[in-house]
């Protein structure tokens, strides 16, 4: 198989797999795209060395390895990787607010909608109360801290809503 054939080939299949792992992830988390690009601009450089058809055999070797390594393998496990389990509560969190208001005929989601919603999947909101921090952060606006339990400390995610609806998640 011709050399820029190959390298053809293996940018466009880069591609493909890059655009099916970014639309895998939900829309509502957002801190993937910067990683996402710079992965995908690595891949068709590797894909570019496999082009080139008076390189020696090794490298075309590390020009495969590459992209595979940044065609398949980054892009595959960052999906898979995407949503820890208290995003993935964050999330369910985000859903149950928004049916609420939407329930409610609300444009917007409220504070209270968040805290409920979070209290009936048996969570909490804001940071833990302790003695070397007695004051609770995140509990009362945008964005706001969900736990998954209500004695965990960190990893915890932060849920707020831009446009009323829209419900935005991150790590905190």
């Given amino acids: 198989m011709p050399p820029r054939l190959l390298a053809l080939g293996a940018a466009a299949l880069c591609l493909v797999i890059a655009l099916a792992a970014a639309l895998a992830v939900d ?3 957002d801190r993937h795209w910067v990683m996402r690009g710079i992965t ?4 068709f450089g590797c894909a570019a060395v496999l082009a080139d058809d008076r390189g020696r055999r ?4 590390i020009g495969l390895v590459g992209v595979l390594m940044f065609g398949f393998v980054v892009p595959v496990t960052s999906t898979t990787w995407a949503t820890p389990p208290e995003v993935d509560f964050a ?4 859903d149950d607010a928004k049916a609420t208001a939407t329930k409610d005929a609300r444009g917007a989601v409220t504070v209270d909608d968040v805290r409920a919603a979070t209290q009936a999947r048996g969570g909490a909101v804001g940071t833990p109360k302790t003695d070397r921090s007695p ?4 509990a009362d606006t945008f964005p706001l801290i969900v736990r998954p339990k209500p004695s965990q ?6 849920v707020s809503f831009t446009h009323g609806l829209d ?3 991150r790590p905190c």
Avoid at 91 to 94: E, G, N, P, S
Avoid at 135 to 138: F, P, Q
């Fill in 40 to 43: 995908l601009v690595l891949a």
């Fill in 135 to 138: 004051e609770v952060r995140g």
């Fill in 153 to 158: 400390g960190r990893p915890w995610a932060c």
């Fill in 58 to 61: 090794f490298r075309r070797i």
């Fill in 167 to 169: 419900a935005k998640i």
């Fill in 91 to 94: 999330l369910a969190v985000a």
């Fill in 27 to 29: 829309s509502r988390l």
